[in-house]
């Protein structure tokens, strides 16, 4: 809900903090102040390419399906970084870029990631998540034993900064940063299936301080989401779900 108080507009979405408002005597902004605008190079494919474009990634996104069995083969490190570099064109608040992505294949990291995640979920399942919450997610025979945490080749572990600091010491505000990583993220999920991989959007629950700390982010990062991505196990099954028809999703005012 936003307040308005003080002739100032208080969107507490946006987690900014008293300080952040007030303390702004030094109306530096954080990107240069003469940053240049330069043109816009674009190159209008016809109609007939855009909508076979948009059918092609429909087709993609459509074969997606959430993965909890790998196998244990290797990827390249150069194919993680495009898929990272991917996520980091996300759209950001005042182009802060509030995401860090940490990219785990070590074989000792992974099980000290399982071992967290598997103690506090364990905590999750059978006392913090209650039972109608562990009654709805039964179809989808989910539990607190995470294989795939050691079995996939490498954890993308999504953090969001929230704050940042200039080169000159001061505080950076990342204004929606929430948002931000969360569109990163789906930008992530997009890239992996495009590149011909599978993953888990997984929210360890309760673990985010003690893989921050296992991990060596600073305490202004909070950790959102947990990817592990490789390839699908040769007898992975996923639960026959069926997405809501187009008109169930969309309301047309034209
Ligand atoms: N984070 C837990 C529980 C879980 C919650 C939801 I909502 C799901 O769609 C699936 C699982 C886990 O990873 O098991």
């Not at 059978?126 to 490498?154: C, F, H, Q, S």
């Not at 985010?208 to 991990?215: D, E, I, N, S, Y």
Request: hydrophobic share 35%.
């Amino acid at each position: 809900k936003n307040i308005v108080n003080n002739d100032k507009v208080i969107d507490h979405s946006v987690e900014l903090s008293d300080d952040d408002n007030e303390n702004n005597e030094d109306d530096e902004p954080a990107l240069p102040k003469d940053l240049e605008h330069i043109p816009f190079v674009y190159k209008k494919p016809d109609v007939e390419t855009i909508k076979i474009r948009a059918r092609e990634f429909y087709q993609i996104s459509n074969s997606r399906r959430t993965i909890r069995y790998f196998r244990p083969d290797p990827i390249p490190k150069s194919i993680i970084q495009d898929i990272i570099r991917a996520a980091g064109t996300a759209p950001s608040g005042g182009h802060t870029e509030p995401w860090t992505f940490v990219a785990v294949s070590n074989k000792k990291l992974k099980a000290q990631i399982r071992s967290i995640i598997e103690r506090e979920e364990e905590i999750n399942y059978k006392k913090r998540m209650g039972n109608k919450w562990t009654t709805d997610l039964m179809p989808l025979k989910t539990n607190w034993i995470k294989e795939y945490l050691t079995v996939a080749p490498y954890l993308i572990l999504v953090f969001k900064q929230t704050c940042g600091t200039l080169p000159d010491g001061r505080k950076k505000i990342h204004y929606y940063h929430e948002m931000s990583v969360s569109i990163a993220s789906g930008i992530l999920i997009a890239a992996i299936q495009y590149a011909g991989l599978v993953t888990l959007t997984s929210t360890p629950l309760n673990c985010g301080p003690a893989l921050r700390v296992l991990l060596g982010r600073p305490s202004s990062e909070k950790l959102c989401l947990l990817f592990p991505v490789g390839y699908p196990a040769v007898d992975a099954t996923v639960p026959d779900l069926q997405r809501k028809p187009l008109s169930d999703i969309l309301i047309e005012l034209d």
